[in-house]
Structures are given as structure tokens and as C-alpha cells.
């Protein structure tokens, strides 16, 4: 009938492919990027947050990377900031809803936000897993169901929600 779909909540992945790789255009701007993000938190001695033994050039640049994947896959256009930054979002949605893209070149790791998060979240969490130039979406989760208590827990980074990518909704 003429109402279906109405009340349905947002759902932020329809039937875009779920691998993206960035062509060469799109590699060399993440790269600038990657490098300038990095080179601004040295100038302005901002403390990393990565929860990997990774470089904190190479998680600037997958985590651009992801970002920029999953917002070409959604047709939304990227945060390009490259200002030191607390906290804040990487995208809103087409309905206002803020998104934070999570990347991690680990395919089968878990979706973890830091817990001082849930003093000002997003309202949605979405996985991303690859190394640069190539990526695949996983999956997203309401704040609701993120920021919960039994999602606690500490992973050697200080304390942290986890959600399981299994149960992330596509």
C-alpha cells in the first residue's frame, strides 16, 4: 500500500557491493591526506588513540582509506578535515544521523569504540576491514546497542565497547 516503508528505521547499507578497491586518483588523495591528518596531530602534539602497534601514518591511511571507501559505496562525501580532532563523526547520513567509520585491516576483527565515546556518540558505528587501496564493508550498529555495559571490556588499549562483527546488522 501507499504506506509501506513508513517507520522503518534508517538503514545505512542497501545493495552496494561490499569490497571497494580506491582507483589511482582516489590512492593518491587518501595518501595527501593520510599525510597531512598525520603530520598536523605531530605539529599540534596530539596523542595517537590507535589501538594497533601499527605506524600512525599507516593508520591515518587505512583509516582515511575506509572512510573514503565507505563513502563512495554510500554516495556520501568524506570528512577532508585534517585538523586535530576529539571525538566527532565522519559522515551524516542522508537523514541527518551522524556515522563513524571503524577500520581495521584485521578481516575477521570485531567492532571496537573507545569507551569515552559514549559521552558524545554518533548514532551509527560501521566496520570496515582492509588495507589500503582495498576495502570491505562489514557491517554497522545502532549506539544503542553498542554503547551497552556487557560490551565493556578492556583489550590491553584501556576501556572499550565491542560488538561482534557476526552480529553487525549489513
Known amino acids: 500500500g501507499a504506506n509501506r ?10 545493495s552496494e ?5 580506491l582507483d589511482a586518483e582516489e590512492q ?23 589501538m594497533s602497534p601499527r605506524g600512525d601514518y599507516e593508520v ?6 575506509g572512510e573514503y571507501a565507505f563513502g563512495k559505496m554510500k554516495n556520501l562525501f568524506p ?19 551522524s556515522v563513524d567509520v571503524k577500520t581495521t585491516p584485521n578481516e575477521n ?17 560501521v566496520l570496515v576491514t582492509g ?6 564493508y562489514r557491517g554497522y550498529v545502532h549506539r544503542r546497542q553498542l554503547f551497552m555495559d556487557e560490551r565493556l571490556t578492556d583489550l590491553g588499549h584501556g576501556a572499550t565497547y565491542l560488538y561482534p562483527q557476526k552480529e553487525l546488522m549489513k
Open 5 to 14: 516503508g513508513r517507520g522503518r528505521r534508517t538503514v545505512l547499507i542497501m
Open 17 to 21: 557491493p561490499d569490497e571497494i578497491t
Open 28 to 50: 593518491t588523495l587518501v595518501r595527501v591526506l593520510a599525510a597531512l591528518r598525520n603530520g598536523n596531530n605531530l605539529v599540534n602534539s596530539v596523542r595517537s588513540a590507535k
Open 60 to 65: 591515518n591511511l587505512d583509516g582515511m582509506g
Open 79 to 97: 570528512d577532508f578535515g585534517i585538523g586535530p580532532r576529539s571525538g566527532g563523526h565522519d559522515f551524516f547520513d542522508r537523514k541527518g544521523n
Open 109 to 125: 576483527a570485531d567492532l571496537l569504540v573507545r569507551a569515552s565515546k559514549k559521552s558524545d556518540p554518533c548514532d551509527w558505528y
Open 131 to 136: 588495507k589500503f587501496p582495498a576495502y570491505r
